[in-house]
């Protein structure tokens, strides 16, 4: 069964407006963290979010929110304010303490945002 | 990505060629992982590893050998290059995720490299 899923593999938004990207995720560990990549057109993987499974409130680094719903095991990135340099792909990722995936990021399959001018 | 050096960028090769993609980090970070990342299937984690002597297979093994002399460096062999082997591998390092309370967020990706094999 898949980890994690983005059911999104492509969205639009229209700059200067809100986007919210979907991500569920499938753990038994109490113990996990949450992340969101982004991969631009020139490849490499940035860091933007990070939620522990412990961690009482939403992560927000920036434009960048990260709506944790424990219950529901989703972890939506929420992007505020959209720009033409958001266009990329984005990708949610796990991290199990103890789980089987050995301390490895598992990560989905990708969604790619796209910036209307 | 500051710390983790990832060579070589891009290569070509023909198949049945063998090669090593290196991977050196100086950070001290126990973990060190190789991912393939192909369209529409995001990074899938080929092989891993916990601390320099110790490695182990990840999803998709199949094709390439590590080993972990070295706490800094997880080079990844590909021993006979075949076409599905065309990829974008990265490298990752951390600590790991059992030293806080929760998994943290020290994950360094190197820059990727662009293989393709023909």
């Known amino acids: 069964a898949q980890k994690i899923t983005q059911t999104q593999p492509g969205m639009f938004v229209q700059e200067k407006e809100a986007v919210t990207l979907d991500c569920t995720y499938d753990t038994s560990d109490p113990s996990y963290g949450l992340f969101w990549y982004k991969q631009p057109s020139s490849g490499e993987m940035i860091f933007l979010i990070y939620?522990?499974?412990?961690?009482?409130q939403n992560a927000t680094e920036g434009r960048y929110s990260l709506n944790f719903q424990k219950a529901r095991k989703s972890a939506n990135l929420v992007i505020s304010a959209s720009q033409l340099g958001d266009s990329a792909m984005y990708f949610c990722a796990m991290r199990e303490a103890y789980g089987g995936s050995q301390g490895n990021l598992i990560f989905g399959k990708g969604t790619k945002l796209s910036v209307k001018p | 990505n500051a710390g983790v050096t990832q060579t070589p960028k891009f290569q070509v090769l023909k198949t049945g060629q063998s090669m090593t993609l290196q991977c050196a980090q100086d950070?001290?970070?126990?973990?060190m992982s190789w991912y393939r990342q192909d369209p529409g299937m995001g990074l899938r984690l080929i092989h891993y590893?916990?601390?320099?002597?110790?490695?182990d297979q990840g999803e998709v093994p199949n094709g390439y050998n590590v080993s972990r002399s070295t706490t800094e460096d997880f080079p990844l062999r590909l021993l006979s290059a075949a076409p599905s082997q065309t990829s974008v591998y990265f490298c990752?390092?951390?600590?790991?995720?059992?030293?806080?309370?929760?998994?943290?967020?020290?994950?360094?990706f190197g820059e990727g490299s662009w293989l393709t094999v023909v």
């Open positions: 990752a390092s951390s600590y790991s995720p059992r030293t806080s309370s929760t998994p943290g967020n020290t994950i360094y």
């Open positions: 590893s916990v601390g320099a002597g110790i490695t």
């Open positions: 939620q522990g499974s412990y961690d009482q």
């Open positions: 950070m001290n970070h126990e973990y």
